[in-house]
């Protein structure tokens, strides 16, 4: 049988993956998402591979909650804040990605609920359900944790622009002084 692009993912990554438990390999953060954010997941395990470089630094899990990908990592060790910063960065650009990527083809999309009140992001070519209503003014604004100084992190608004894969607009922190301890994304000592 062929291997999942989940498992060609994995292979290609092991050190982001891979833990061994009771002498066997096994992979907790195993992607848990629609085959259409194949790209994305992809993408954004590459990133982390490259800005991570040699420390070590693995995934905990990615999955999608609520209509977008979620993702937590770890590290045993103590990572430049620059590099830290440059994780949550990629991490971010592809959460908010996923939010506007069809679930099935990975082409543009938007939010529907199904009729038992799934949200997925459709394209108009495989929507499904009643799209969710979006208010002028706030679309593709997400909530997203920067890190502004040694354990202090900041949630701030920011626009996602799909065709450039970047936050686009001023920040707007909503939340100050956040401990990162307390954040989706955390070191674990
Ligand atoms: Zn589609």
Known sequence: MDNTWQERLIDLHPHLFIRICGGLPFSPAY???????????????ERVSEVANDHPVQFRELSEKCGRLRIYWKTESILPKRIERSIEDVIARAEARSAVTCATCGAEGRLFASSVGRLLPLCSEHAQGTPLPTHAGSENV?????????????IECRRYDRRLDAFVDGRNPIVENLPITKSNSVREN
């Open 142 to 154: 997400h909530l997203v944790r920067v890190l502004a100084a040694d354990k202090i992190g900041t």
């Open 31 to 45: 992607p848990i998402c629609p085959d259409g954010w194949q790209e994305l997941v992809a993408t954004v395990v």
